[in-house]
């Protein structure tokens, strides 16, 4: 499993350009690897809408799982979510998808309000309430990512996901390098000129 996670860092570092800045802007990257089908889930937006993976069937999309009383990394991962949300504002096929990892607390009412606070767009970034074992499930099975019923263990990696479906990289929310990163693989998905 070890090795399987190294070749493929190693594949992604090699599709990458060695132009990463940490002031916002996209290496270039001019290849991608495939790394499996992202996982169909279902949930409650913060709208009160029911969301699922097959509304995002066409679109480029970032997944990532945070819970609203977190005061480390998920604030950091939201903020960055919402750089990238001004970044493809006029991407019509660029979502943002995060996974409450405490659906007891993180009622849809206060995932509104959460939110709010970091200007997120209905229609274009999702945060969304489901089960304890469904999140589980598509955090663990599905994006390989973790365990995520437990909330303070989750991961702090954004995933990368094509418009088929496929997820195509792994960025670390905390390294403003694979952030630098994760900017140039979706303008790369997107077909933009970095």
């Avoid at 270039?28 to 809408?49: D, I, M, R």
């Avoid at 469904?134 to 599905?142: I, L, N, P, R």
Wanted: with cysteine.
């Amino acid at each position: 499993m070890r090795r399987t996670f190294l070749h493929i860092t190693f594949a992604i570092l090699a599709a990458a350009g060695v132009s990463a800045c940490g002031d916002g802007s996209a290496t270039t990257v001019t290849a991608l690897p495939e790394l499996g089908k992202a996982p169909a889930f279902t949930g409650s937006n913060f709208t009160g809408a029911e969301v699922s993976s097959d509304e995002l069937r066409g679109t480029v999309y970032i997944a990532y799982f945070f819970f609203t009383s977190c005061s480390g990394p998920c604030p950091v991962m939201n903020s960055k979510a919402n750089v990238l949300q001004a970044a493809y504002a006029k991407a019509n096929d660029f979502r943002i998808v995060g996974f409450s990892v405490d659906p007891e607390t993180d009622t849809v009412l206060r995932l509104a309000r959460y939110a709010d606070r970091y200007s997120a767009k209905p229609g274009r970034w999702y945060m969304l309430h489901s089960s304890i074992e469904q999140v589980s499930e598509v955090a663990s099975a599905g994006f390989k990512v973790g365990d995520a019923s437990e909330p303070d263990l989750h991961s702090t990696r954004f995933i990368l996901v094509d418009r088929s479906g496929t997820i195509r990289g792994y960025y670390d929310g905390m390294d403003d390098t694979k952030m630098s990163e994760l900017r140039g693989a979706i303008d790369f998905l997107l077909g933009r000129d970095a």
